[in-house]
């Protein structure tokens, strides 16, 4: 078990030199499962000054526990669907010319940024699934509720009744 932690450690400390140079994915939306305190229009890191590797993120960034400076985003509405099950949370949209200036992304939907940053981790083969795309920015996110499909208000073109 020693070895492992060695193995692992060296990896974090070899993917913490690097820089977060990743490219928005392609397509304009990112999707965010949304923690029941978690406002849409005001999403943060749960720790912005945190200084964690992307490894150490992906492999525990959804503990209850856990804080670091990215925020978890996937570049797929089904990837999040599948990831939010029979749950109750809600998915927001984040349109990706809509971020913060200077926010940094880092996109683990290629091979080549999961390999640079998770390296043979197990975590990987969990990124590529879920299509995860991290954001780092220095402002709140904004983001619309897509998911459960809100609805509407007043009546809709099946209402039938009338008045009498």
């Known amino acids: 078990m020693a070895q492992r932690d060695t193995q692992v450690d060296g990896i974090e400390r070899q993917l913490s030199s690097l ?71 809600r998915i927001c949209e984040i349109p990706v010319d809509k971020l913060p200036p200077n926010s940094k992304i880092v996109d683990l939907t290629t091979e080549e940024n999961r390999d640079k940053y998770l390296g043979n981790a197990v975590c990987k083969k969990f990124a590529k ?12 996110v904004s983001g619309t509720v897509v998911y459960p499909p809100q609805k509407r208000e007043g009546k809709t073109s099946g209402d039938t009744k009338q008045e009498l």
Do not use: W
């Open 129 to 140: 699934k879920s299509e995860e795309v991290l954001l780092q920015c220095s402002e709140p």
């Open 19 to 89: 820089s977060l140079d990743g490219k928005p994915p392609e397509g304009q939306f990112l999707y965010r499962i949304l923690r029941p305190d978690e406002n849409p229009e005001e999403i943060v890191a749960k720790d912005p000054g945190a200084q964690k590797t992307v490894l150490s993120h992906v492999n525990c960034g959804g503990r209850a526990y856990y804080q670091s400076q990215f925020v978890s985003t996937s570049a797929s509405l089904d990837a999040a669907k599948h990831y939010k099950g029979a749950t109750e949370l």
